[in-house]
């Protein structure tokens, strides 16, 4: 099964409004880290936010935000006031925290969403 | 600070030729892991190590592909004979995550873009 499932393969939105960009994850540990990272055309990988399962609010960076609902599985991004600089690939992943001998440090990725932000 | 450095950042080769790609990691960080992206296959882990020791190799493609870190700071990622089917960005990728810390994330280099003629 997948660990992550990204199932949007893109997305358009307006600039200067939000966008969400969907990811959902499957483990069975009561102790993960979930993360967002932002790869442009340029191809660095750029990391974006951190959620923690044991996390009580949902995190928020500048104009990102992650929409945590553990009771789905699942790890939104929401990307408010877009801008045409946010037009890139987004991935979401996951690390577990149980250590399965070969998994320890792990990040497990998503297939990616591509963000067109259109003026 | 300097983040992962990988070299080159373009390789153009032919089938059958060898190939090796060089990664530092950031100073300190425990934990090193290659990675493969392609259109069909999205990011696809080959290896990791943690303090230096391959923990898990089940990503490599086959006996073609190998991978080596001498020391903390250095890792090389090979392919002998290259095809075609291998073109694709490899990332080299540290963190300090090798201790169990969920939350320490991954630090990407700029990637190394090889192509198989």
């Known amino acids: 099964a997948q660990k992550i499932t990204q199932t949007q393969p893109g997305m358009f939105v307006q600039e200067k409004e939000a966008v969400t960009l969907d990811c959902t994850y499957d483990t069975s540990d009561q102790s993960y880290g979930l993360f967002w990272y932002k790869q442009p055309s340029s191809g660095e990988m750029i990391f974006l936010i951190y959620?923690?399962?044991?996390?009580?609010q949902n995190a928020t960076e500048g104009r990102y935000s992650l929409n945590f609902q553990k009771a789905r599985k699942s790890a939104n991004l929401v990307i408010s006031a877009s801008q045409l600089g946010d037009s890139a690939m987004y991935f979401c992943a996951m690390r577990e925290g149980r250590d399965r001998g070969s998994t320890l440090g792990r990040l497990y990725f998503g297939r990616g969403t591509q963000l067109t932000v259109w003026p | 600070d300097a983040g992962v450095i990988q070299s080159p950042r373009h390789e153009v080769t032919e089938m059958g030729q060898e190939v090796t790609l060089r990664c530092k990691p950031i100073?300190?960080?425990?934990?090193l892991f290659w990675y493969r992206q392609t259109m069909m296959r999205g990011l696809e882990l080959l290896i990791y190590f943690n303090n230096n020791v391959p923990i898990d190799d089940s990503g490599m493609p086959e006996d073609r592909f190998s991978a080596k870190m001498p020391n903390a700071s250095f890792s090389t990622l090979k392919i002998q004979p290259s095809e075609p089917r291998d073109s694709a960005v490899y990332f080299c990728a540290s963190s300090l995550a090798g201790t169990g810390l969920i939350n320490e994330k991954l630090f990407f280099g700029s990637g190394t873009q090889l192509s198989v003629l």
């Open positions: 959620q923690g399962s044991y996390d009580e």
């Open positions: 100073s300190g960080h425990n934990s």
